[in-house]
């Protein structure tokens, strides 16, 4: 009997055993690799709100340039046709040119298939010297207003009877083209704020 004694207690010494750990141990190992994994997620969250702030920081630093960029479009192919505003434009670049004679007919503007834009075909009479004339054709190319010539012809200016200039004014041109401008006014309205069928009733 006492020899079975120590034999017992290592029985009882190890059920024990087995029992603190998965009693005590398991649980706290469970624990620890819970934490870790909540560590893990912690720092990928952090590199992401990292990578995120660095993006914000980047777009603050870039964004007088961005808005100077949309401004320059929204210029270029405004939101409505403003035929006013681009009489203007094309008058100065007429005037610094210091052309003799400028006219300028714009079109109805028409919706593109893509229905992103409309596109504005006018007719433009130039009439002055060489010089001029090149002058006039380098402003409208770096016109403040996005412009496409579509088609162009120079001719020697004719006098009231429609026969050639005297020798003294040869030198007078006379310059007809067709030039699209453009703006995002899907409405086709010509001039129309924001278009013509904003704000409108159906009617009867």
């Not at 190992?29 to 993006?55: C, F, G, P, R, Y």
């Not at 434009?89 to 040119?97: C, N, V």
């Not at 003799?100 to 992103?116: L, R």
């Amino acid at each position: 009997m006492n020899r079975r004694a120590p034999l017992v207690a290592g029985a009882i010494a190890l059920v024990v055993a087995i029992l603190a750990v998965f009693f005590l141990v398991l649980p706290k190992m469970k624990d620890v690799s819970e934490a870790q994994d909540q560590l893990q997620q912690a720092e990928d969250q952090e590199i992401t709100l990292e990578a995120q702030l660095n993006s914000l920081q980047d777009a603050q630093q870039e964004a007088p340039q961005t808005e100077q960029e949309i401004a320059a479009i929204d210029a270029a192919i405004p939101p409505t046709a403003d035929l006013p505003e681009l009489f203007r434009l094309l008058q100065s670049a007429a005037d610094r040119s210091a052309v003799d004679f400028f006219s300028f007919t714009p079109g109805t503007p028409v919706v593109d298939p893509s229905s992103s834009y409309s596109t504005i075909a006018s007719q433009l009479t130039v009439s002055g010297g060489y010089f001029a004339i090149d002058e006039f054709l380098f402003l409208l190319e770096t016109l403040q207003r996005a412009a496409k010539v579509t088609t162009l012809a120079i001719t020697p200016s004719t006098g009231a009877t429609g026969e050639a200039t005297t020798t003294t004014s040869s030198s007078t041109l006379q310059l007809q083209m067709t030039v699209e401008f453009y703006t995002t006014d899907t409405s086709a309205g010509p001039g129309s704020i924001p278009g013509p069928t904003e704000g409108a009733t159906t009617g009867a």
